[in-house]
């Protein structure tokens, strides 16, 4: 038990609480609130293992975009802002039945598959912006392309869908 | 430290998914249960990244690009979700049964 395992304990508490609270909060609102405290202690995740960028990337990105477009979209729809009952459909016993069901084949599973596994993080190479940038740019740069094509293809398709005449 | 305990939080965030896909009726929280199911398998990329010591970081890499699909994902679903609302004045995945087979018979009643 060394202070990096503490370290991701506790941040992985906090992450799986905020997880719990965003799909059980009565409030669309409150829901995005606790999934920015998610993804805030999944970034700290990130930079315990060793990968800095990927933590800032997820900071930016998630936090910064995808919730904001996840607020824009509950107040476009007009998402019941109030504290209602109407949030949750009535299969929930059996989605927490499955929900646990999953969590739990795959929880044993790769408990018993990596039981003594170790990270040594210190002797990892760290995930910063200068290794990051010259794995996707040497060894990446066609997924790399594709991503961007598709991010266009996204921000066409999106803009197609919401106008009104086209 | 341990690689368990980042598989293990992984697999919880991913049942804490399944449980928000499945129980909640507004769209727009159902995608935020998607959103928390994608990042269990980012966290699994980057703890194996750290795990095997990949030196061209294609575990990191990855997450990067999951993270962009991520982001592509979000713009259409919610693109769909108000599509949808503009059509059909709601955005409860209960009420939008229109490609069922047999029209579910109580759902309606839950709201009462």
Known sequence: MTGA????????????????????ARNVIHAALWLVVSLGGLAGCYLVLTA???AWVQVLIYIGAVVVLMLFGAMLTRAPIGRVQELDSAN?????????????????????????????IHHTGIGDGRALGGAIFRYFVLPFEVASVLLLAALVGAIVLTRREI | MHLALAVVLSALLFGVGVYGVLARRNAVALLMAVELMLNAANLDLVAFDA????????????????????????????AIVLAVFRLRDTSDVDELTELAEHEPAQVADVTG
């Open chain 1, 52 to 54: 800095e960028f990927v």
């Open chain 1, 5 to 24: 395992d503490v370290v991701f304990g506790l941040l992985g508490l906090v992450t799986f609480a905020a997880a719990v609270l965003v799909v059980t």
């Open chain 2, 51 to 78: 795990y095997w010591r990949d030196r061209l970081h294609g575990g990191q890499v990855f997450a990067l690009f999951l993270v962009v699909i991520a982001a592509a994902e979000v713009g259409v679903g919610l």
């Open chain 1, 92 to 120: 929930r016993p059996i989605a927490a039945l499955a929900a646990v069901a999953t969590a739990g084949v795959l929880g044993t599973l790769v408990v018993t598959a990596f039981k003594g596994a170790y990270v040594d």
